[in-house]
């Protein structure tokens, strides 16, 4: 029986390898769990680190009390143990990222052919360091920021910052960063499947240009353009480099396919 059984599941299967919907939300399932516990065991760790990173992102409060009067408030009884959760989340969700970022590019990557499945590595490789890398940049304009933003508050008041509002600016602030110097990985990768051409990312330039002002201009709100101008040339060359690894593919592609019908003529 069940050797039957087996034999039904294989005929059951598509000729030619493609999943059906349901497949796709079942590995879409698995893929998100495994990354869901990556992140658990992750924040794990992340809760005896909580204390080395609080102390770093209060640095800069600390700074800025030498100058005026800046404290970070605790507003409830239990705001300071949310804020350690929250932030311990955070870090993990940092520190698993090679895990879930590998699980992201192993769901987009069965509809390539063998031989484009093995740039998965080289995608999952140039993706992590330039996520932490990402983070790292927010990490080092956030003070620059935290500090403009304080610096409106006249010197004989008494600046009081929500601990919890405080964290979630500069934590958001991080991975945002983060996430912008990894989506050219990404459109690579919807280049490789086959979802958007080289042509359109080219043609969208002016666009992508736009965004990375824009994106710096939010990330960095400083009436300093040399730091807004410091995120935005990074993302700009990263989104030239992604258009250019997609022309180079499309052409491959063509010259295959160019071959393949002389030899069937």
């Known amino acids: 029986m069940s050797a039957t059984a087996t034999k039904a599941g294989r005929a059951s299967k598509d000729p030619d390898g493609r999943m059906s919907l349901g497949q796709h939300l079942i590995e879409l399932r698995n893929r998100a769990m495994i990354a869901a516990i990556g992140v658990i065991v992750a924040a794990i760790i992340g809760w005896f680190l909580e204390p080395f990173v609080w102390s770093a992102l209060t640095a800069v409060i600390n700074d800025i009390a030498k100058h005026q009067n800046a404290h970070i408030n605790f507003p409830t009884l239990t705001a300071a143990f949310d804020l350690r959760m929250q932030l311990t989340l955070y870090i993990g969700i940092v520190i698993s990222s090679p895990l879930w970022l590998y699980e992201i590019f192993a769901f987009l990557t069965p509809g390539l052919t063998g031989k ?150």
């Open 116 to 265: 484009e499945k093995r740039y998965i590595f080289g995608f999952f490789f140039s993706a992590v360091p330039l996520f932490l890398g990402g983070c790292v940049f927010g990490w080092y304009v956030t003070p620059h920021i935290v500090t403009l933003f304080a610096s409106f508050a006249p010197s004989d008041n008494l600046t009081i910052l929500n601990a919890s509002d405080y964290f979630t600016f500069v934590l958001k602030l991080v991975l945002a960063v983060g996430v912008a110097f990894v989506t050219p990985v990404f459109i690579v990768l919807l280049n490789m499947i086959g979802i958007i051409s080289a042509a359109a990312i080219i043609k969208a330039w002016r666009w992508a240009i736009l965004g990375s002002i824009l994106f710096a201009a939010l990330a960095t709100p400083s009436t300093d353009i040399v730091s807004m101008l410091i995120l935005a040339v990074p993302l700009i060359l990263l989104y030239f480099a992604a258009a250019g690894f997609a022309w180079v593919h499309d052409k491959r592609k063509s010259r295959d396919a160019e071959a393949l019908d002389a030899e069937l003529a």
